[in-house]
């Protein structure tokens, strides 16, 4: 049924949760899995005079974003699943919009993401990259919780 499964990976637990199950349905229906990482190369950083000055870190989220693709390629194999990995960069756009885009461009026909399962203000304020693939995505999108978000609030 799917045949092209893509999956943003991080390297957090949430992401971790999203490419498990991502893993598991390639596998089931021997489909191509492709995970990317999107790493954002703009930080603005407020100097001592209090001006914001961009600073780029490049090279350490690059490094980073190849171990975390390297690692899903891995666990991928481990179950005799071949992936793809692709890395996406970027200068200050949302992740969903690059997500969506290379969903397009590859392209996917399942989008599997892991999502923290906030709420109220926590969403609000963090944003959710999640809810707005959900919003516009051409394709299904399947959203995989995290272990915590399922437990109640304290």
Known sequence: MYEHILC???GSDTSNCGMIEAIKLAKNQQATLRFVNVIDLYFPIAD???EFNVVYIDD???KNGHKVLKS???EAAKSGVKAETKMVET???RVSKLILDEASAWPADLIVMGTHGLRGVERLVLGSD???VIRKSTVPVLLVKHMHAAEPDK
């Open 72 to 74: 899903a390629e891995s």
């Open 130 to 132: 999640a809810e707005t």
């Open 91 to 93: 200068v200050g756009h």
């Open 8 to 10: 943003p990976v991080d």
């Open 48 to 50: 001592a005079t209090g």
């Open 60 to 62: 350490i989220l690059r």
